[in-house]
Antibody, heavy 119, light 110 residues
Framework: QVQLVQSGPEVKKPGASLKVSCKTS????????ISWVRQAPGQGLEWMGW????????NYAQKFQGRVTMTTDTSTNTAYLELRSLRSGDTAVYYC????????????WGQGTRVTVFS | QSALTQPASVSGSPGQSITISCTGT?????????VSWYQQHPGRPPKFLIY???TRPSGISSRFSGSKSGNTASLTISGLQAEDEADYYCSSQTSSNTVVFGGGTKLTVL
C-alpha cells in the first residue's frame, strides 16, 4: 500500500534551517510528484510547493521563494523539504503529499512533522 | 495569492444535506477545473475527497459530491453522519501554476 512516512518533530531557533524527509513506499516514486503543505497551529492548510518525482523539477509558492528548497532521492524514494531563515511564524505541522494525476490533487499524505521555532 | 473564501462554519443534523462553498476568482477556481476537496479530523492529516471539481477517488462515499459554477465551487455532503464532523478545505490551481487552499470550514453535526 502507498505510504509516506515523515521524519520526527523538530525544535529550531530563529534563523536556523530545517530539513524534513518524506520516505515513500508502495508505488513508483518517479511516476508522481510530491507536494508540501503546512498548517500553523489552529490555522488552515498552506501550499508550499511541488517537486516532480521524475526529474526533480520544482514549483514553489511565491511566499517561500528564496527560502525553500525541495529535493528528491530516487535511490531511496524520499523527498526532502528544506526551509531556511526560520522565524516563529514557521511554527507548523509540515505535510508531504503525493500528487495524483491532476493539479493539486493530493491523494496520499504523510503523518505530518511538527516544527516549533522559538528562542 | 489570497486564500479561497470558505464559510468558517456550517452545521446540519444527521441525515440532512449540507453544502460548503469555496469562492475564488477567474484566476483560480473560475479558470480551471482543478478544484479538490479535503476532510481533516483533529490531529490527523487531510483526507482526499474530490478532485477535478467533481470526481471522487476510489473508496470515497457517494455521499460526497462536488460542483462548480463560475468562480465558486461547492462540496455537498448528503445523509450527514456523526463521523462527517470535521474541517473541510478546498484547493484550486491558479494562473501562476501554483495551488491555493481555502481557509477551511468547520462542519458540526448537531
Amino acid at each position: 500500500q502507498v505510504q509516506l512516512v515523515q521524519s520526527g518533530p523538530e525544535v529550531k531557533k530563529p534563523g536556523a534551517s530545517l530539513k524534513v524527509s518524506c520516505k515513500t513506499s508502495g508505488y513508483s516514486f518517479t511516476s508522481y510528484g510530491i507536494s508540501w503543505v503546512r498548517q500553523a497551529p489552529g490555522q488552515g492548510l498552506e501550499w508550499m510547493g511541488w517537486i516532480s518525482g521524475f526529474n526533480g523539477n520544482t514549483n514553489y509558492a511565491q511566499k517561500f521563494q528564496g527560502r525553500v528548497t525541495m529535493t528528491t532521492d530516487t535511490s531511496t524514494n524520499t523527498a526532502y523539504l528544506e526551509l531556511r531563515s526560520l522565524r516563529s511564524g514557521d511554527t507548523a505541522v509540515y505535510y508531504c503529499a503525493r500528487e495524483e494525476f491532476s493539479v493539486g490533487a493530493m491523494g496520499y499524505w504523510g503523518q505530518g512533522t511538527r516544527v516549533t521555532v522559538f528562542s | 495569492q489570497s486564500a479561497l473564501t470558505q464559510p468558517a462554519s456550517v452545521s446540519g443534523s444527521p441525515g440532512q444535506s449540507i453544502t460548503i462553498s469555496c469562492t475564488g476568482t477567474s484566476s483560480d477556481v473560475g479558470g480551471y477545473d482543478y478544484v479538490s476537496w479535503y476532510q481533516q479530523h483533529p490531529g490527523r492529516p487531510p483526507k482526499f475527497l474530490i478532485y477535478d471539481v467533481s470526481t471522487r477517488p476510489s473508496g470515497i462515499s457517494s455521499r460526497f459530491s462536488g460542483s462548480k459554477s463560475g468562480n465558486t465551487a461547492s462540496l455537498t455532503i448528503s445523509g450527514l453522519q456523526a463521523e462527517d464532523e470535521a474541517d473541510y478545505y478546498c484547493s484550486s490551481q491558479t494562473s501562476s501554476n501554483t495551488v491555493v487552499f481555502g481557509g477551511g470550514t468547520k462542519l458540526t453535526v448537531l
